[in-house]
């Protein structure tokens, strides 16, 4: 029975965990220690009251927008928010129109623009002159990495600050408060709890949900053990924006663990990728580029390698497919590095550009005509098959240009035969030039 104070409508009406623990102060807010703590450069601005434009770049859930409107409480200032999701040109000039009121009144107004990444660049340009006049003092918020996303001239009139996922501390904050206002433990035990804050993955929005869905589904008295926490928390999405800034954080650890020989961790970044949805062809066409740039010489081999599992990928499909990303990965990760190749090559086009209307020399030009004959088109060119080292020694390079040394390989895989060969070919040459060339002779004094 529902006595008159606990009607139908007043329990549809109670409000959610996540509104009941939304932090009043900055001393509230869960985490984000290097930017509101006592010398943190948003706590100055509170306690100096004086803000300025800025953006919180950072994960879901960590606190932005949270952030934004207690400054603004703090410092007194009209605040105004706007998601970039739903709002447009005419909510942006009737925003501005607001706070140009009530800066007549005298009242500063703090602009949130939550995603703001979201808008245009026309529509960021619209921004530029409120802020600097002073109409408004914004305060956008964004997931990707502003460098990319925001304008250069919104952003060289804003500070960025940087809010970092929430640690295992600032989530049990977050949990420890949510038990307070429940007046109740967690029903999960210490292993359970731990699993918990590690599938909210720093996200504090999401913690709040996984905590109260617990609260919600489990009956008081009741203890969850991890298996018994799995069975009815929902699997969480991979934190991933394939055509976000994860793309580009994923690929670029992708990349440094096979550098680094670290075949674990490349197999973990590649399906971090994969299961995030990221192309899959994508992903082998990196890896191809990593077996010539970065495995290279030492082993001659990974390019096959990494063609031969592309094109089993496009045969195959996924799930079937993926195999051939794992192998092709584990291959890359345990295969001797040389960047020599590449190396090799940037040092050969910058050395073109510098020496770049030299003709070759004379011997080495065919002479299909009798005029090009004559003028010395291929003379004194030797065949190197018909010699007994199959190795003439000329030189191939341009007259007016001395020899070069583009391609420098180490000691390592393959690139140990090469460097044998390189060293026979220099020794050839050399006593090819002597014979050519002698030294003359010293006369008796």
């Avoid at 003092?137 to 925001?150: C, D, K, Q, R, W």
């Avoid at 699993?195 to 109260?212: F, H």
């Avoid at 890896?287 to 031969?308: K, Y």
């Avoid at 070759?360 to 060119?381: D, F, R």
Wanted: proline fraction near 5%; aromatic fraction near 8%; charge should be neutral.
């Amino acid at each position: 029975m529902l006595n008159d104070q606990d009607t139908l409508f007043s329990q549809l009406s109670s409000r959610p965990l996540a509104d009941e623990l939304r932090p009043t102060t900055l001393d509230e807010i869960a985490g984000q220690e290097h930017l509101l703590g006592a010398d943190g450069p948003l706590r100055r601005m509170v306690d100096n009251h004086c803000i300025s434009s800025f953006i919180l770049w950072g994960p879901p859930g960590c606190g932005k927008t949270t952030a934004a409107r207690i400054l603004a409480n703090c410092t007194d200032l009209h605040f105004v928010a706007l998601s970039a999701v739903f709002s447009g040109i005419s909510d942006l000039r009737k925003a501005f129109e607001e706070a140009s009121e009530m800066r007549r009144v005298g009242k500063k107004t703090l602009l949130f623009v939550d995603e703001i990444h979201r808008f245009n660049r026309a529509q960021q340009d619209g921004f530029l002159p409120y802020v600097e006049n002073g109409t408004v003092i914004l305060v956008g918020a964004t997931t990707e990495n502003p460098s990319f996303e925001l304008n250069s001239a919104l952003l060289s009139r804003c500070k960025v600050f940087v809010m970092k996922p929430l640690d295992d501390n600032a989530l049990e904050k977050i949990i420890q408060r949510a038990e307070k206002v429940k007046a109740r433990p967690l029903p999960v035990d210490e292993e359970a709890r731990q699993v918990l804050k590690d599938l909210a993955d720093g996200d504090g929005r999401y913690t709040i949900n996984l905590v109260e869905t617990l609260f919600d589904l489990v009956n008081e008295g009741t203890l969850l053990n991890k298996e018994g926490l799995l069975k009815i928390m929902q699997k969480r999405a991979p934190g991933y924006d394939k055509s976000g800034d994860g793309h580009y954080n994923l690929i670029s650890a992708l990349h440094k663990s096979l550098r680094g020989s670290d075949v674990d961790a490349a197999l973990y970044w590649a399906a971090r990728m994969v299961t995030g949805g990221e192309d899959p062809l994508y992903i082998l066409r990196r890896l191809t580029r990593f077996a010539m740039e970065d495995v290279g010489m030492c082993d001659p081999n990974a390019v096959n390698i990494a063609i031969s599992c592309w094109n089993a990928y496009e045969r195959l499909g996924s799930p079937e497919g993926d195999i051939a990303i794992s192998q092709l990965v584990i291959y890359l990760a345990t295969a001797p590095k040389s960047n020599s190749a590449y190396k090799a090559w940037g040092n050969a086009v910058k050395t073109a550009r510098e020496y770049g209307t030299l003709n070759p020399p004379m011997h080495i030009l065919n002479a299909p005509t009798k005029l090009m004959k004559q003028l010395g088109y291929g003379e004194g060119y030797q065949y190197d098959q018909d010699l007994p080292d199959a190795f003439s020694g000329q030189n191939y390079f341009p007259e007016k240009m001395a020899r070069q040394h583009f391609y420098k390989p180490p000691e390592r895989g393959f690139e140990r035969e090469i460097n044998k060969r390189l060293a026979y070919f220099d020794r050839l040459r050399r006593e090819k030039n002597m014979k050519k060339n002698p030294l003359p002779e010293k006369k008796d004094e």
